[in-house]
């Protein structure tokens, strides 16, 4: 069997850049939502999706940003944008779907620790993690544990990680410290770009293994003596760094198989949703319903 982890708040996002506002009966902005139902719904009519959970950010903050003061915080997020999380959270329940709406935690930790638990259980052949998210690439495992965008149609297995950016999805944190990360607000390493930082953890793997002396370095780099001395002024940063990258495995959250199961859609859930936020043709959309019908 296949499990799918979707990203909730890339679909969110994704949903309201791409389709025009819509406001249910009583004004509220809906067109997000509605557009993560509807791709949803399509993504359920797929023949393999039988395992399914969804993540999403229900705060903006995670422990992260008590790490690091520059560590993203939502701001610039639309207002009626934002005001959709927790609707779009009930929406995607009422399809039927396990939802984990992350707190402390982040979505791609959700997704993380749920991948790393499900690529251990003999019943599943392959993890699909449905987003394009960079962070999500350190998760990969040969082509047991896979990327999809579904925008682009797109699968990334283990040797698409390494042909895109240069390492394998071990050192994905490695060089996401090195390089930085704007839209998680991480700055980097100064002299270390995606050609050197890549390069060298080819060969060395990880940061720390790195020699502190260009001159012992075994990879041939531009700048090398710059890049060199600057790591070594900021050494603890690129510790940091690495640790904010680095998704945790570890939440405590429902991620068995009978959780994941799909039994279709919620219809008494659904049909209130829809009527609730005007959503009327969509109401006939599900395929499956979780009373049998």
Sequence with gaps: MKVYLVDGTYELFRSYFAL???QAPDGRPVGA????????????????????????????KSFRNDMFDGYKTGEGTPEDLQVQ????????????????????FEADDA???????CAQL?????????SPDKDLAQMVQGDSVVCYDRRRETVMDEAGV????????????DLLALTGDAADGIPGIPKWGAKTSSQMLAR?????????????????VRGAAAASDSLNAHTSEAALYKDLTTLRTNVQMEVSL?????QGVNRQKYEALCDDLGFGRLAGLPHRWSDGS
């Design 85 to 104: 999380f927790e609707l779009a959270e009930s929406a995607v329940e009422a399809l039927g779907i396990l939802v984990w709406p992350m707190i402390e």
């Design 204 to 220: 060395y793997g990880h940061i720390e293994n790195i020699p502190s002396d260009a001159s012992e370095w075994a990879v041939k």
């Design 122 to 130: 003999a019943e599943v052949d392959q993890v699909v993690i449905c």
């Design 111 to 117: 997704l993380a620790t749920a991948a790393s638990h």
């Design 33 to 60: 939502v509605r557009g993560i139902v509807q791709s949803l719904l399509y993504l359920l009519r797929e023949d393999q999706v039988t395992h399914i959970g969804c993540a999403f950010d229900h705060v903006v």
């Design 20 to 22: 025009p506002p819509i």
């Design 258 to 262: 009978a959780a994941l199961e799909w």
């Design 162 to 173: 390494v042909e895109k950016f240069g390492v394998p999805p071990g050192s994905i944190a």
